[in-house]
């Protein structure tokens, strides 16, 4: 089974609107966490966020929240008032228990339009 | 704000050459890493690297793969004989270890590698 899916390969918004990237994953370890990482063509990536697994509350950082649902292994990348500047492959990934490696899922590809 | 950096930007080789990808990581940082990236694939991890040592690795990492660090500012990614399917984007990634961005892996730019 895939660790992480991410089933929308491609996503259309318009510029000022909200947009909901979707993400689940699977793992039987307690602890975990759960990342999103913004790559534009130019190809860097970029750390968005963050989410444990112990947190109480779903993360937040500027335009970036994440709706963590733990109980359907979710974790949703919410992004409020779209810019054009957000068009960009968008990949969710994960760290499990004390393994320090990031498991990556295939990405969605954000286009945002006028 | 420090970043981590990557030299070169773009790498061509023959296959059955060796190469060195070189990243300086962010300078306060412990823990170090490696990832690829096949075009229009996900990212792949290879390596993790910490107190001088490889902490885990991939079953991508095969002996053709080594990391170094030769000195307290670099980490080194050597591919022995390169194959054409080494061809990828390998990205450099550090941690640090504080109270602050303890989780948060940073990423380089990448070293965009072809093999022909």
């Known amino acids: 089974a895939q660790k992480i899916t991410q089933t929308q390969p491609g996503m259309f918004v318009q510029e000022k609107e909200a947009v909901t990237l979707d993400c689940t994953y699977d793992?039987?370890?307690?602890?975990?966490?759960l990342f999103w990482y913004k790559q534009p063509s130019s190809g860097e990536m970029i750390f968005l966020i963050y989410?444990?697994?112990?947190?109480?509350q779903n993360a937040t950082e500027g335009r970036y929240s994440l709706n963590f649902q733990k109980a359907r292994k979710s974790a949703n990348l919410v992004i409020s008032a779209s810019q054009l500047g957000d068009s960009a492959m968008y990949f969710c990934?994960?760290?499990?228990?004390?393994?320090?490696?990031?498991?990556f899922g295939t990405g969605t590809q954000l286009k945002v339009e006028l | 704000e420090p970043e981590v950096t990557q030299t070169p930007s773009h790498q061509v080789t023959q296959m059955g050459q060796e190469v060195i990808l070189r990243c300086v990581p962010i300078?306060?940082?412990?823990?170090f890493y490696w990832y690829r990236q096949i075009l229009g694939q996900k990212v792949e991890f290879l390596v993790s690297?910490?107190?001088?040592?490889?902490?885990?690795k991939s079953e991508i990492f095969d002996d053709q793969f080594s990391v170094e660090r030769p000195d307290g500012s670099n980490f080194t990614l050597k591919i022995r004989s390169t194959k054409l399917e080494d061809s990828a984007m390998y990205f450099c990634?550090?941690?640090?270890?504080?109270?602050?961005?303890?989780?948060?892996?940073?990423f380089g730019p990448g070293t965009r590698l072809t093999v022909l």
């Open positions: 990634a550090s941690r640090g270890d504080g109270l602050v961005s303890y989780n948060e892996q940073f």
């Open positions: 793992t039987s370890d307690p602890s975990y966490g």
């Open positions: 989410q444990g697994s112990y947190d109480q």
């Open positions: 990934a994960m760290r499990e228990g004390a393994r320090d490696k990031l498991t």
């Open positions: 300078s306060n940082h412990l823990y």
């Open positions: 690297f910490y107190n001088n040592e490889i902490s885990e």
